[in-house]
């Protein structure tokens, strides 16, 4: 290719005139073929372009791994995986709501159960009434003791007052 | 679309989107995730594909949309974003691997080619490096073709000066 031609081209592209085809035919010119020591410079530019061009920064590792993901998404495996994994996480919350909620009402319930006959005062079973009864009137009978013990304290003050005043009289 | 169409005619632009993403995101771990995400979305939208006649400047608008919307989101937590800036800068052009492949006077084009204001630099790459008509550009940038020619006639002129100073200090 003769010099005057690339130096028009190179004129040409420094004003940005060259179509596409014009700037291929420079950087083919400087990649392949020996430059002349005043162009030296620019050769290295379009042989940058070309090197920055051609690099295959990415590599087939890249290619394999956009297919194999792209193959998950043509069969809908995995769509499919996804989905059954969304409905396993769902299912697992409702089982321990549901557990929890199980064992919350036993518990209320046995409570329930327990207290009902104190709150409304009803025994089914005559034994089991009788022998409540009796444990009610132990209570009674034992807190009434207690507050005996305390009364006899105040009559012996009571005596100990009395003797006081007949002493006094004498 | 099938597999086979998809394997040869919109894999092979992977490293183009790739830099293309590179340019916004600056992250290459980041980029790489949103070509990905590019491919996987032209995938599900394959039966409208048929329909469209560029499919390359369609996924680079499509890579650009995502880098953009990742962008916003970064700004977000700009904190990271700074960090991450800065460990970019240096290592970029300092590796080893870059610095012995390509020689001194590219290494200092490139150099300067990332120096350049954002819009300009995307503009030289996608038009000097990948191959793009202005009209591609501007559906690509969304800008108009006048403002895709101005940017491209000031990043060119910018680095002609440069080579012009490289010379000038006898490295060749």
């Known amino acids: 290719m003769d010099l005057d031609r690339i130096e028009h081209l190179l004129a040409k592209y420094w004003e940005c005139e060259t179509s596409l085809e014009e700037e291929d035919e420079l950087k083919e010119f400087f990649t392949h073929q020996p430059v002349p020591g005043h162009l030296k410079s620019v050769a290295s530019l379009f042989q940058y372009y070309e090197a920055e061009g051609e690099k295959d920064e990415l590599g087939a590792e890249f290619d394999e791994l956009i297919l194999d993901e792209l193959e998950n998404k043509k069969s809908g495996k995995g769509k499919v995986i996804k989905w059954v994994n969304d409905a396993l996480k769902v299912a697992a919350v409702l089982l321990i709501l549901a557990t929890a909620g199980y064992f919350m009402q036993k518990e209320y319930q046995d409570k329930k159960e327990n207290l009902e006959p104190y709150v409304t005062g009803t025994f089914e079973d005559p034994e089991k009434a009788f022998e409540e009864t009796k444990k009610a009137l132990m209570l009674i009978s034992k807190n009434m003791n207690v507050g005996k013990k305390q009364v006899e304290k105040v009559g012996v003050l009571h005596e100990a007052q009395k003797k006081v005043k007949e002493t006094e009289t004498l | ?172």
């Not at chain 2, 490293?15 to 491919?39: M, P, S, T, W």
């Not at chain 2, 996924?59 to 916003?72: A, E, F, G, Q």
């Not at chain 2, 000097?128 to 202005?134: K, R």
């Open chain 2, 1 to 172: 679309m099938s597999l086979e169409i998809f394997k040869n005619k919109v894999l092979p632009v992977k490293n183009k989107l790739y830099r293309f993403a590179l340019g916004f995101i600056k992250n290459e771990d980041e980029a790489k995730d949103i070509v990905q995400e590019v491919f996987i979305k032209i995938w599900d939208k394959k039966e409208d594909l048929l329909a469209i006649e560029n499919i390359e400047a369609w996924c680079m608008r499509v890579t650009r949309n995502l880098s953009l919307d990742k962008l916003k989101s970064k700004h977000k937590k700009y904190t990271d974003s700074l960090n991450e800036e800065f460990d970019k800068s240096d290592d970029k052009n300092q590796t080893p691997y870059r610095s012995t492949e390509i020689s001194d006077t590219m290494s200092m084009i490139n150099l300067f080619i990332e120096s350049l204001p954002d819009k300009q630099r995307q503009i030289i790459k996608l038009r000097d490096i990948e191959g793009y008509s202005y009209k591609e550009i501007s559906e690509m940038v969304g800008v108009d073709m006048n403002q895709v020619k101005v940017n491209l006639f000031r990043a060119r002129k910018a680095i002609k000066e440069n080579l012009l100073n490289i010379n000038a200090y006898g490295l060749r």
